[in-house]
């Protein structure tokens, strides 16, 4: 494993990480792969080799690598196509992608595919946070992925920068650490802006922030910088640290198993969600939204108060009781998520009544409110 860089400087200086217990840990594509498209062990062992050193030290990790697609493509020389072609891919390269890292670490692996559903559905969200809790009780290291094989576009959770975050949160993580081919984050491309300068720490992911990132993803890869500090911001609203740092980088990889970390850290803020919340805040697209008025907007996010349904000017989509549904303002800006206790064609008939009107319009009532202050999740916020 050879060091990138000069021996005797680093672009990022050594920072210390937060004490942790849990961590998931995301491998991207460009770090699995040998050149030509097949995997390639030479970075996976070096990673394997901090993941074993981190369980010495009585921690827990959870994996998710990517890597399955390119395999695939390296059995049978097709380029990535069509969304079959590539579920077809996915399907073929899971098993050696297995097998790569099982060759590489001591302790069982155990392969977890999740879908949309399983994020979206309040009791398959649970089970499969039931099931990541026991093979870590049980000493296995989850190996977390899309199930790409038979996700559809419109129902994908997206790059696997994304899902790691939703990872972290449902098994309730200290640290994201995200493994990527560059030392950190910079001020502009460190191959094309001369003057780029490495940014340590990013307090906040703001939009000038996003702007820096090149946005653009590796011939192998779905995601670019962007797209992790996408999942940086997901996980500091859920109270998790997240750590880039370069994959390939011995001396980097090195520090980590000393809590020193050579690249970028996106710390938490704000308090971590009660459970609830955080299911509904790292929820795939909704199907239903709610429209609702500046009172209501400022009631939600001022007062702290419950959706009533005079606040509901619009409702889009059809939905059950207890479906999550997005919330948006007037001009379509999202303002949260919530647990709706009516159905679609219920809210329309109460929207913009007032709570008393409920019974006497639909002949029974589910409560005063729409949507109740504790089934509701305000974005980029921690209430």
């Not at 670490?105 to 559903?117: G, I, K, N």
Request: proline fraction near 4%; aromatic fraction near 4%; charged fraction near 20%.
């Amino acid at each position: 494993m050879s060091v990138s860089g000069d021996v005797s400087t680093h672009p990022f200086p050594a920072q210390p990480l937060a004490p942790w217990r849990r961590a998931v840990i995301k491998v991207g594509s460009s770090l699995l792969t040998d050149g030509r498209g097949a995997l390639g062990a030479h970075n996976a062992a070096a990673l394997a080799a901090l993941i074993a050193r981190f369980r010495a030290q009585g921690r827990e990790v959870l994996l998710v690598s990517s890597g399955a697609v390119a395999a695939g493509r390296g059995l049978i020389a097709r380029r990535r196509g069509s969304l079959v072609q590539r579920q077809a891919l996915a399907s073929l390269g899971q098993t050696p992608m297995l097998a790569l890292w099982q060759r590489l670490v001591e302790q069982p692996v155990a392969q977890v595919l999740l879908s949309h559903d399983d994020m979206r559905n309040r009791r398959r969200y649970l089970n499969a946070q039931a099931t990541l809790q026991e093979l870590l009780r049980s000493g296995a290291l989850p190996i977390v992925n899309e199930n790409d094989t038979v996700a559809v576009d419109e129902l994908k959770l997206g790059d696997n920068d994304n899902l790691a975050a939703a990872v972290a949160a449902l098994v309730d993580a200290d640290m994201l650490f995200i493994a990527t081919d560059t030392h950190g984050l910079y001020t502009g491309h460190p191959t094309r802006d001369p003057d780029a300068r490495p940014l340590p720490r990013v307090e906040a992911i703001t939009p000038e922030i996003m702007r820096m990132t090149s946005g653009g993803a590796g011939a192998l890869g779905t995601g670019g910088m962007a797209t992790k500090l996408e999942a940086a911001r997901k996980a500091a609203a859920a109270g998790i640290d997240t750590a880039l740092f370069c994959g390939h980088d011995a001396r980097a990889l090195q520090a980590l198993g000393q809590d020193q970390l050579h690249g970028t850290l996106i710390p938490a803020h704000g308090q971590r969600l009660l459970a609830r919340k955080l299911w509904l805040h790292h929820q795939p697209a909704c199907r239903g939204r709610l429209r609702i008025d500046n009172g209501a907007c400022r009631a939600l996010t001022e007062r702290g108060a419950s959706l009533l349904p005079g606040g509901v000017v619009g409702v889009d989509g059809d939905f059950s009781s207890r479906a999550a549904v997005e919330l948006v303002d007037l001009d379509d800006r999202r303002i949260g998520r919530g647990l709706v206790q009516y159905h679609a064609t219920d809210l329309q008939r109460i929207a913009g009544r007032h709570s008393q009107d409920i019974e006497n319009v639909l002949g029974f009532h589910n409560g005063r409110a729409v949507i109740r202050r504790d089934d509701l999740v305000l974005m980029d916020r921690a209430a």
